[in-house]
């Protein structure tokens, strides 16, 4: 008797282990080329073929890329009703069942085959006789197209997006190229996603799916397709090398102005671009009555082409705003105490400082020399100053624009890093960088875990687009929607606050992208 | 019999319209009784003012617009899409090119104007919507409106399109002419070439241009009198009224039918009317007419009709109305109250205002306070 249940217990176990095993093998299964020129047919309406597939609908003739299958019966082929018009659910299952199927007039139809379907695909009659509603175009293609069309069909309801399987979500991490970045930056954020990713999988994943990470830097991303999204710091090369490959990308933010949803519908930055937090300086310039209609003002920067381009930003901006060109000069660590000399920099004019972080300094102590106490103004993400060491004249002078501050991060959202950190031996250097990392992390995470299990790139670009005010304790909370691709538009202005010898938020402005 | 009757009344009401369209909405002219000018509101009692004056949009190149400018004197074509819907969009925006193509001829010459509306607003950047209408290679002509969420929805409400989720439009195209507030609903998916079929009907004649559509206005004032006709009737003091001309053309009238011999309901109608008379005073037979039309034409002749009018001392203004047995009861058939028995006649008055379209069933026993006040709502062209 025990026998006979442990034999049957073991061919139950042998028969699940099986069946898992064929669905796997089925859905990881590479798309043979006649299902990847269906594909193509079922979402862009582009055939393999030279004769171009025309979309006939009440008389007109369109080209299909206008209304492909997708459209309509979206990704998973199971339809997307709206105003008043349901399509089909045309998985194969549901097409070929052996009892036929039923239309929402109650018509009945007998199952389809592959001639049915191409028939009804193409004069819009079903194997019933009956006339498919008006809103179903007929499509015109070679023969060579309907079947590669059907082919696609046919494996329509497994057909997952590249990165995505049924056990695993395929993750790439844009790291920031090794030769313009500290040596061990990379392999601290390389810890930091080990660490998150081990976490999250070792209690079960996202709805049964690890995150795989891989990392790379942006020269390897060509070749690379196989990831289901990518995260990523700065836009810099990233989104022209992924154009056209729809893969949903987070990035922290662009180094021009951002992009809105309309050009480049994949990518979600976190913070205003550079030049956007750039720009806020001198709308806070205008808040802070510093600057007025014809103010002189003075731009020093460092002469590489971001800074450069985001300098002649600023110089157009200010001009939009006082009427009054600033005097724009590039620095180096060699001539920066003998062009500040030269500028003529009077005082209280505001400086707009974009060079590198080491040079804040030394800028303050040249201008404190020729005492001159004019105004500093710093976009904190492409340069800086040491707010403690600089000289008293400037304590209340010197003002630097981040896209987050402290203030924004909760007490659960530092928890869960010092977590990670204890558990998983982070090191303690690059914070922001980590941070911006693990906020992104979680975000991806917030997105996949409202998406479900049904997973799929049109469907995180879809939930992404709703996400209002979300708030991961990181960052700060982040709204995008179809046009809107920067999360947090706010510029946190910080000064010194001398009573309290510390940082201080002054205030925050709305920067513009556009 | 019976049947008889109802099938009349059922020709009242029905007046052929385009297979795919219904009135939309008829403006300050919407109608509330069987026999408006166009004869086929009987449901919807609401009146709708005329549009608001001004709506600033914003068209596919970012250039303000005034919604009422666009309109003003044109025939036009109006459908309403949101740049990420799917489903019924890109087909409805095909449809719309094609349409344009279909008459062009019209679009070149600025007397159609072609108009999509986006009904997602917030999203719908000029951008967005200039992008969107490239997909169709339709060329100039076709303008694409968004603007701020309140003007949108407001122009939305006002064409009766609106609706609370973008998801649940219908694929509705509007065709009318701008001005007159008045639109034919179509279905944005039926073919381009019927649609082009009733977008002609708002032109005249091959000949276009500014006078051929104050033509069209006043022949569309007409319209009562195509369907009334000026039928030859005869009063109480033996002069020939034409129904239309003489008896209704912008006047108030208070229509309700009789006969002399009639002891039941008629006196009592009769003497409502009289107090209603008294009430009038001087605006009876400038601008309000009382119409008694006598079912029994065969008694009724003049001699007994002015007899009955003096007895409850009808003035001019008030007529009793007989006349040649198929001019009465054409008469009776084109106001719903012809009979096949003399006594088979209702008490309903039919309270209508020419000038205004509006029109109103009393019941004609009711206290003569009421009736009054339902006149007087008919004269001031309200609806409650």
Redesign the interface.
Same mark, same amino acid.
């Given at each position: 008797m025990k026998k006979k249940l442990l034999s049957y217990l073991f061919f139950l176990f042998f028969v699940c282990t099986a069946a898992k095993k064929t669905t796997v093998s089925r859905i990881d299964q590479e798309l043979t080329y006649q299902q990847k020129i269906g594909k193509r047919i079922y979402t862009k309406g582009i055939g393999g073929t030279n004769i171009k597939i025309m979309a006939e609908m009440s008389g007109v003739q369109v080209p299909a890329t206008i209304m492909p299958c997708v459209n309509c019966h979206r990704a998973d082929g199971r339809g997307n009703p709206e105003g008043g018009i349901v399509p089909s659910n045309i998985t194969w299952a549901e097409l070929t069942k052996s009892y036929g199927g039923e239309r929402l007039d109650s018509q009945k139809r007998p199952p389809y085959t592959k001639q049915s379907l191409r028939k009804v695909i193409t004069t819009g009659i079903d194997p019933a006789g009956n006339h498919l509603n008006t809103a179903m175009p007929k499509y015109n293609m070679s023969m060579e197209d309907i079947n590669n069309l059907i082919e696609y069909i046919k494996i329509l309801d497994s057909d997952k997006d590249a990165g995505l399987t049924n056990s695993r979500i395929e993750l790439g991490i844009v790291l920031p190229e090794k030769r313009t970045t500290a040596y061990n930056k990379n392999s601290t954020v390389k810890k930091l996603v080990n660490a998150y990713c081990m976490a999250i999988n070792s209690t079960g994943g996202i709805y049964n799916r690890n995150i795989i990470p891989h990392f790379f830097e942006v020269d390897e991303l060509q070749n690379k397709q196989d990831f289901f999204m990518i995260l990523g710091f700065n836009d810099k090369r990233i989104t022209e090398n992924i154009k056209h490959k729809n893969i949903p990308t987070l990035l922290s933010f662009s180094s021009k102005k951002a992009s809105k949803g309309l050009q480049n519908p994949y990518t979600f930055y976190t913070y205003p671009s550079l030049t956007a937090q750039s720009l806020s300086l001198v709308d806070f310039s205008k808040q802070k009555k510093i600057a007025k209609k014809g103010t002189k003002a003075t731009i020093l920067y460092y002469n590489d082409p971001i800074r450069k381009e985001i300098a002649e930003e600023i110089a157009k901006y200010y001009f939009k705003h006082f009427k009054k060109h600033p005097n724009a000069i590039s620095i180096t660590s060699e001539n920066i105490i003998e062009n500040v000399k030269n500028a003529q920099i009077q005082s209280n004019e505001p400086i707009y400082f974009i060079g590198p972080s080491g040079l804040g300094n030394q800028l303050l102590l040249t201008l404190d020399n020729l005492n001159k106490s004019a105004y500093v103004l710093i976009p904190g993400s492409l340069s800086g100053i040491d707010i403690f060491t600089m000289p008293e004249t400037f304590k209340d002078k010197v003002f630097i624009g981040y896209p987050t501050w402290i203030s924004e991060q909760t007490n659960e959202g530092l928890q869960a890093y010092e977590e990670l950190a204890k558990n998983y031996n982070l090191d303690h250097k690059w914070r922001r960088d980590q941070l911006d990392m693990l906020s992104m992390l979680f975000t991806t995470e917030e997105c996949l875990k409202r998406i479900g299990r049904n997973l799929s790139r049109d469907k995180f670009i879809k939930t992404m687009e709703n996400f209002f005010e979300y708030s991961n304790g990181i960052s700060p909370s982040i709204t995008y929607n179809l046009n809107k691709r920067v999360g947090n538009s706010n510029v946190y202005i910080i000064g010194f606050d001398t009573a309290e010898k510390k940082m201080e938020l002054i205030t925050t402005v709305h920067s513009k992208e556009q | 019999m019976k049947n008889f009757k109802i099938s009349i009344l059922l020709m009242i009401i029905i007046v052929s319209q385009p297979v795919l369209s219904q009135i939309a909405k008829d403006g300050k002219k919407a109608a509330c009784c069987v026999m408006s000018d166009k004869g086929a509101e009987k449901e919807n009692c609401t009146q709708k003012g005329s549009m608001s004056p001004d709506i600033p949009l914003l068209n596919q190149y970012g250039e303000s617009v005034n919604f009422q400018d666009l309109i003003k004197e044109k025939v036009v074509a109006l459908n309403f899409i949101f740049t990420?819907? #799917?489903?019924?969009c890109?087909?409805m925006?095909?449809?719309f090119?094609?349409l344009k193509k279909i008459m062009s001829k019209r679009v070149e010459n600025s007397e159609l104007v072609m108009l999509t509306i986006s009904i997602d607003p917030?999203?719908d950047?000029p951008?967005?919507l200039l992008?969107w209408s490239n997909?169709?290679e339709a060329g100039s002509g076709w303008t694409l409106l968004t603007g701020e969420k309140k003007n949108v929805n407001t122009v939305l409400k006002e064409l009766e399109v609106y609706t609370a989720l973008k998801?649940?439009?219908?694929?509705i195209i509007l065709l009318g002419k701008g001005g007159e507030n008045k639109w034919i609903r179509a279905n944005g998916?039926?073919?381009? #070439?019927e649609l082009a079929k009733t977008l002609n009907t708002f032109f005249d004649s091959p000949t276009l241009g500014q006078n051929n559509i104050k033509e069209k206005k006043e022949e569309a004032f007409n319209r009562d009198e195509n369907y009334f006709t000026n039928v030859e009737l005869i009063n109480q003091h033996g002069d020939t009224m034409r129904l239309y001309t003489d008896l209704m053309k912008d006047k108030v009238v208070i229509i309700n039918p009789f006969f002399s011999e009639c002891k039941g309901v008629c006196p009592l109608m009769s003497s409502n009317l009289e107090k209603i008379q008294e009430y009038l005073g001087d605006r009876l037979g400038n601008d309000v007419h009382i119409i008694s039309m006598t079912v029994d034409y065969k008694t009724d002749q003049e001699e007994v009709l002015k007899t009955y009018a003096e007895a409850y001392n009808a003035r001019d203004g008030w007529y009793f109305v007989t006349g040649k047995k198929e001019n009465i009861e054409f008469a009776l058939k084109k106001l719903g109250k012809n009979v096949t028995t003399r006594e088979g006649h209702d008490s309903i008055f039919l309270i209508g205002n020419l000038n205004t379209k509006l029109w109103k069933k009393v019941n004609g026993l009711a206290s003569v306070n009421d009736i009054i006040a339902q006149v007087d709502s008919v004269v001031n062209d309200q609806i409650d």
């Open positions: - | 990420s819907c #799917k489903t019924i890109p087909p925006g095909a449809n090119a094609q917030t999203t950047t951008e967005r992008e997909k169709f998801e649940e439009h219908a694929p998916l039926a073919e381009p #070439k």
